[in-house]
């Protein structure tokens, strides 16, 4: 069975420190962050920490089609909800 086609966005958050260096305070945020908590705990053998939050989101907000152009928008705005047709020319 294939996958649905449905709008998804993910995202990450990524917090990373010493605990012997920093505390609880993050040193280092981003993409790397948990290699260089890694890397430093291979370095300095400190106890280090990484918190990632991941969110994920799935469709998209309801089109609003009320308003197809400005014409329109400034035609119903006169005039109620009736169209008017644009001058002639």
């Known amino acids: 069975m294939p996958f649905a ?3 998804t966005f ?3 958050d990524v917090r990373a420190g010493c605990f012997v260096c920093g ?5 280092w ?7 260089v908590a890694a ?6 053998k400190h106890q280090t920490w990484t918190d990632v ?3 994920v ?4 907000y309801p089109v609003d089609d009320r ?3 400005i014409e329109d928008a400034i035609a119903s705005a006169s005039s109620g909800t009736r169209r008017v047709a644009p001058p002639p020319r």
Not at 23 to 27: A, E, I, L, T, V
Not at 39 to 44: C, L, P, Q, S, V
């Open 29 to 35: 945020i981003g993409g790397h962050a948990q290699g």
């Open 23 to 27: 505390g609880s305070d993050p040193m």
């Open 57 to 60: 989101r799935y469709g998209e």
């Open 67 to 69: 308003q197809t152009d």
């Open 10 to 12: 993910t995202s990450r």
């Open 39 to 44: 890397r430093h705990h291979d370095a300095t």
């Open 53 to 55: 939050y991941m969110a």
């Open 5 to 7: 086609d449905r709008p």
